[in-house]
């Protein structure tokens, strides 16, 4: 059963930084594209940013380009997520996920079997 544990989530001024990871379980991890995605209260579940299963391709949404970056470290079983200059609007629950199938790539969310029970990040303004 694969299991996906979010930390690195709390409470930043607008404009600070925060690093999530994702430690995962259960499947080889090397073969699966992560994602990390969000949630805030009343919105539904956004895509955030993807990685390849070898880490040399990333995805970004356009609201968080060039201000976060995608990252793994197969060896560690870990995908991370580095989220610079945050504004109040990215506050939500930040959640990981893998994806269904091995050595696929994409952004719905429905393509992602696995989810970590999510890390919250507030952005105070």
């Known amino acids: 059963q694969v299991q996906l544990t979010e930390s690195g989530g709390g409470l930043v001024q607008a404009g600070g930084s925060l690093r999530l990871a994702c430690v995962a379980s259960?499947?080889?991890?090397?073969?699966?594209?992560m994602g990390w995605f969000r949630q805030a209260p009343g919105k539904e579940r956004q895509f955030v940013a993807i990685?390849?299963?070898?880490?040399?391709?990333?995805y970004y949404a356009d609201s968080v380009k060039g201000r976060f970056t995608i990252s793994r470290d197969n060896a560690e079983n870990t995908v991370y997520l580095q989220m610079n200059s945050l504004r109040p609007e990215d506050t939500a629950v930040y959640h990981c996920?893998?994806?269904?199938?091995?050595?696929?790539?994409?952004?719905?969310?429905?393509?992602?079997?696995?989810w970590g029970q999510g890390t919250q990040v507030t952005v105070s303004s």
């Open positions: 259960g499947r080889t991890f090397s073969n699966y594209a």
């Open positions: 990685i390849s299963w070898g880490g040399g391709g990333a």
């Open positions: 996920a893998q994806h269904r199938l091995p050595t696929t790539f994409a952004v719905v969310p429905s393509e992602y079997a696995f």
